[in-house]
């Protein structure tokens, strides 16, 4: 949290101006207690719903397991699926808590790492994946920070657009700057909504109410690990529909 930094004036009009800041600084400070407390209460919820469901399952396989065994198959399927979630989801709270200090940055090529991880999605999918990748286009980073960042921009493309749309995947580089954008003919983001989706637990209502998965974790990650490159994120929407997603990294 930011600390308070004021020194104080004698002169009136310098006093005023202090008090001002002082109380923007207290409004931030208790703007910023409010998010955590979201937060915490957020992520209980998100962890409480799936450990309710698992138990629910285990329950019924006790008590009706071996007179009804054909129950058993679709729990385990269940118990299997929601596991995977809250591992997933306690996976990206750690991310989002400390930053990867421990991996050792190296150079990786970002062209065959992107063009990996499409075709890893693509087998799984109907949608049409147009690329344009350069490449080599190689950066010094965290390779498991990158896998993240091209994941969950690619996997919200495709969750957020109806099947057999395209989805347009470029890398480029200029002289100074590495650029990743996602581009889909899905639901769009409206102008108000683009500035909170960074937020921690977001989910715009309609997703909410969709049947998608997620918890509204993956672009704050995102966020948080272009941030730590000194890079930035951009929503823009696309023509006629959909959204852009434009992720700008400066080069060392
Ligand atoms: P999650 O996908 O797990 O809900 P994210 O943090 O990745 O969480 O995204 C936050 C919200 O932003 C999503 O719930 C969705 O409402 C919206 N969103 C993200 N990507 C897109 C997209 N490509 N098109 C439309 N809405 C999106």
Wanted: aromatic share 8%.
């Amino acid at each position: 949290m930011k600390q308070a930094e004021l020194t104080i004036p004698d002169n009136p009009i310098e006093i005023s101006n202090v008090a001002t800041a002082f109380n923007q600084l207290i409004k931030e400070q208790k703007e910023a207690i409010e998010r955590e407390k979201q937060f915490i209460t957020n992520a209980s919820h998100d962890i409480r719903t799936p450990l309710a469901a698992i138990r629910g399952h285990v329950q019924l396989i006790k008590r009706r397991g071996e007179s009804h065994p054909e129950v058993i198959p679709n729990s385990i399927d269940f118990i299997d699926k929601e596991s995977k979630r809250l591992e997933t989801l306690s996976n990206q709270l750690l991310t989002l808590e400390r930053e990867d200090l421990t991996t050792p940055k190296e150079i990786i090529n970002l062209s065959e790492l992107l063009l990996y991880e499409i075709e890893k999605v693509q087998l799984l999918t109907t949608f049409e994946f147009i690329t344009e990748v350069k490449n080599d286009v190689s950066y010094f980073g965290r390779k498991g920070e990158f896998q993240q960042i091209f994941q969950n921009l690619i996997e919200n493309a495709i969750k957020y657009s109806p099947g057999e749309t395209e989805i347009k995947i470029a890398l480029e580089e200029t002289t100074s700057t590495i650029i990743f954008t996602v581009s889909d003919y899905g639901l769009g983001i409206s102008d108000k909504e683009k500035k909170r989706v960074f937020e921690r637990f977001y989910r715009v209502d309609n997703s909410r109410t969709s049947q998608t998965e997620g918890s509204g974790v993956g672009l704050s990650i995102v966020e948080k690990i272009v941030s730590s490159y000194r890079g930035t994120i951009d929503i823009k929407n696309n023509e006629p529909k959909g959204t852009i997603f434009k992720v700008n990294l400066p080069k060392m």
